[in-house]
């Protein structure tokens, strides 16, 4: 990607200490002028529905720093996703294994880069690939870096990773939630992070309360905290882009040129420098205050997540670096796959790669959002049965009261069509059980078309 110098502040000055959320349609902003907030959340939701381009969002943080979010929105949005079928159990099964209808993601680039690794500008990436399975999606850019804005022209991002895990993230995420048409004041509950993307995420995780940790499950591309040793280039790597030389070199510069060193399409400031190379080389995960992340995540546990990791790269990509950040993470359930030999694929994939290749949409991409849809599907399912436990009870306390009991007709009426709906599927899965009968009964067709093929074999020789 091209380097890009940050942007300046066309809007007048902010309220320091106040959170400042304004959202604009992406064609209304040209960089110089100043765009026409939208004054009311329903005018939000009514522009989101209107183009799956979607709109722009920047929150206003205290150093004058404007964080950019894109706001993409399915056209089908304003569809009741809930909503049942009379008398068949056909579209409720399709409701079930519906992609990701009703669900909202939170996308986050990771170090040097910026939100475009999500989406490009032909409308592809991953970003438009949930968005086209009926998910809502925020595709975030941190300080300095895609549509984000610095108070001056001439400086990069003041932003370290403390205050990027303490206040500027967790700003975004709020934003998300107020602005979000499928789950208003809920926020995303699908985080996606990418590289060290995933450990801000997971950093963030553990410095929230609990009523603002929405994310229901993670997707994790190459998050990896610390770069282990498993090869001879890594460990240089780890130990030249740690070296004391080097710390010195990028304080005196004030910023990490990381576009002129080729290592990525932005630049990071000398204080997130000086912590990611303390993250990334020693196995104390703490910040500057003295927070200790790990024993952070062992009090809230991770949610479900998706680890992918590439062999071919072994630098960012590393399977054992990524292994290692999963059991940091605490206990959770956890799924680590490997992009390269997922589904026969024989394409070498980067940590950029699996988001960038056009192949990744068959590789990468299709079976992420069969994880998705199983671990919604299954958290569905206990939600039905924890529904209709309710709904027994709320049933059963109408009677006591004297109430009429046609006040719960509707809920009863869906905890039958989806203990119908079960039932169905039980009895799908014992017809397919194998039984004695059914193995005497394979026996004797074998014997009748002549034995099993190495009998055949047998007789031929």
């Not at 007709?409 to 039984?435: C, F, G, I, N």
């Amino acid at each position: 990607m091209a380097s890009r110098r940050p942007q300046s502040l066309s809007s007048p000055a902010l309220t320091a200490g106040r959170l400042q959320i304004d959202a604009f349609d992406d064609c209304a902003f040209d960089g110089t002028s100043q765009p026409l907030a939208l004054s009311t959340k329903a005018e939000s939701a009514a522009e989101s529905n209107s183009a799956a381009a979607g709109k722009s969002i920047w929150v206003s943080l205290v150093n004058g720093e404007q964080l950019h979010m894109r706001h993409l929105v399915p056209a089908d949005a304003g569809a009741d996703a809930q909503s049942f079928s009379d008398d068949e159990n056909v579209q409720f099964e399709s409701q079930l294994n519906q992609s990701l209808q009703g669900r909202s993601a939170f996308l986050l680039h990771g170090e040097v880069e910026c939100g475009r690794i999500y989406s490009d500008g032909a409308e592809r990436g991953l970003a438009h690939y949930l968005l086209a399975r009926g998910c809502e999606v925020f595709i975030a850019d941190l300080g300095g870096r895609g549509g984000s804005l610095v108070p001056s022209p001439l400086k990069n991002s003041e932003l370290d990773i403390n205050t990027l895990v303490t206040e500027a993230i967790p700003a975004m995420l709020d934003a998300a939630a107020v602005h979000s048409v499928l789950r208003a004041g809920a926020g995303p509950d699908v985080w996606v992070g990418h590289g060290f993307g995933a450990v801000l995420l997971a950093a963030t995780w553990a410095r929230l309360d609990a009523a603002r940790r929405t994310a229901k499950q993670w997707v994790f591309f190459a998050g990896r905290r610390r770069f282990g040793a498993a090869r001879r280039s890594t460990a240089l790597f780890t130990r030249l882009f740690c070296h004391p030389l080097i710390q010195r070199w990028v304080s005196w510069r004030k910023v990490l040129p990381a576009t002129r060193l080729g290592l990525g399409s932005a630049d990071e400031n000398a204080a997130w420098y000086r912590c990611y190379a303390n993250w990334i080389s020693t196995s104390q995960w703490r910040c500057d205050d003295g927070f200790d992340y790990l024993a952070a995540l062992k009090r809230a546990p991770a949610p479900p997540t998706l680890h992918l990791a590439a062999s071919d790269d072994p630098l960012f990509c590393n399977i054992q670096d990524v292994r290692e950040f999963m059991h940091e993470l605490g206990q959770h359930d956890a799924r680590l796959m490997l992009v390269d030999t997922v589904r026969g694929s024989g394409r070498a994939y980067s940590h950029l790669g699996m988001l960038l290749e056009p192949d990744a949409e068959i590789d990468v991409f299709a079976p992420l959002v069969e994880w998705l849809s199983a671990a919604q599907n299954h958290e569905h399912k206990a939600n039905n049965g924890a529904q209709r436990e309710k709904i027994n009870d709320l049933h059963h306390a109408g009677h006591r009261a004297g109430d009429s009991p046609g006040v719960h007709s509707h809920p009863a009426k869906t905890a039958v069509q989806v203990e119908s709906y079960y039932a169905a599927q039980a009895a799908m899965l014992e017809s397919r059980r194998d039984t004695p009968a059914k193995a005497d009964s394979r026996k004797e067709l074998r014997k009748h078309r002549g034995g099993t093929t190495a009998e055949k074999l047998a007789n031929i020789l």
